[in-house]
Every structure is written in structure tokens, then in C-alpha cells.
């Protein structure tokens, strides 16, 4: 990087960092409601929370788009390719307050970021937990267990044991 970006494009660049804190931090509500929704099983309020999930999705891509074409544009500028321009390499080149503005983005974006990974463990382990008890329970209800339930005769027929299964799937 051989030169200082202009303030517009650093500003574009900023406005655009600061649509990705709000979604990060948009993103830890949704986690969050996903699980207690999740808990409470209420159906509804879990399909309304899936169409604002699409929605902040949607807006996010867009952001994604303006800030990586800001991006490119911060390259052309610098003479440098697209990959060399990050927040770090930014901030050695700017001094004042644009210096100080892109280094407090960056250390928010960062801890949102572990934030966003430790919300998103914990939904995934809730999720897991939530179909490993459902597929617990399909088992016991449907008699599908593979060993218990089975009894062979004294011809070799295999015959499922109806009354071990609280509903009886086979006829």
C-alpha cells in the first residue's frame, strides 16, 4: 500500500463496518430468542422469527456487497490487491481521528465476533440436544429400537414384539 485513502472512501468504508456491528449484535438477539423459543416450543413466534432471519440475511448480503466494492475501490486507490487491504494494514495508513475510528470498529467487530461464536455454539448444542431427544422418543414411542423388541421363531421368522412399543407401526 503506497498511498493514504481518501476520507470519503474511509468513511464509506466506516458506515459500512458500522452496519455490520448492528447486524452482529442483531444476530446475538436472534440467537438468543431462537433458543428461548426453542425451549417454550411455540411454533408461531418460531416461523416469524425464521422470516426476520431471512430478512436480516438479505440485508446483510447487501452490506457484505457495498463494503467488499468499497474494498476494491480502497485497493485501486492504494495500488495494492483487494486481500492487502484489512482493517490493520487501514488503520497503519490513516493518523487522527479516522485512525481511531477504524481501530475501535475493528476491536468491536472482534468481540462481537467471539460473542456471535459462543451464542451460535451454545443454539447448536441446544439444537442437537432437542433432536437427540426427539429421536429418543420416537424410538421408545414406535418401538424402534434395534435390539429388545424382536423375537425369532422356531422356523427363523423374526416377529416384533407388539406390546413393546407404545404404538404398534407394523401389520
Known amino acids: 500500500m503506497a498511498s493514504i485513502p ?3 472512501k474511509v468513511e ?3 458506515a459500512a463496518l458500522d452496519e455490520d456491528i ?3 449484535k442483531a444476530s446475538l438477539v436472534l ?3 431462537l433458543r428461548s423459543l426453542l425451549i417454550k416450543r411455540d411454533e408461531t413466534a418460531l416461523e416469524a422469527l425464521l422470516q426476520d432471519l431471512r430478512r436480516e440475511g438479505e440485508v446483510h448480503a447487501e452490506n457484505e456487497r457495498r463494503r467488499e466494492g468499497i474494498r476494491r475501490q480502497l485497493a485501486e486507490e492504494l495500488h495494492c490487491g483487494v486481500g492487502q487491504v484489512t482493517l490493520s494494514a487501514l488503520k497503519d495508513k490513516l493518523s487522527g481521528e479516522r485512525q481511531m ?6 476491536r468491536r467487530l472482534k468481540s462481537l465476533t467471539a460473542d456471535l461464536k459462543r451464542e451460535f455454539t451454545l443454539t447448536a448444542v441446544l439444537v442437537a440436544d432437542c ?3 426427539n429421536r429418543s422418543l420416537m424410538r421408545v414411542i414406535f418401538g ?3 435390539k429388545g423388541n424382536m423375537t425369532y421363531g422356531a422356523n427363523g421368522a423374526a416377529r416384533r414384539q407388539a406390546a413393546a412399543a407404545l404404538v404398534n407401526v407394523h401389520y
Open 101 to 106: 475510528a477504524v481501530l475501535e470498529r475493528q
Open 144 to 146: 424402534l429400537e434395534a
Open 31 to 33: 440467537l438468543d430468542t
Open 22 to 24: 448492528r447486524h452482529a
Open 6 to 8: 481518501t476520507p470519503a
Open 12 to 14: 464509506a468504508l466506516l
Open 131 to 133: 433432536a437427540r431427544f
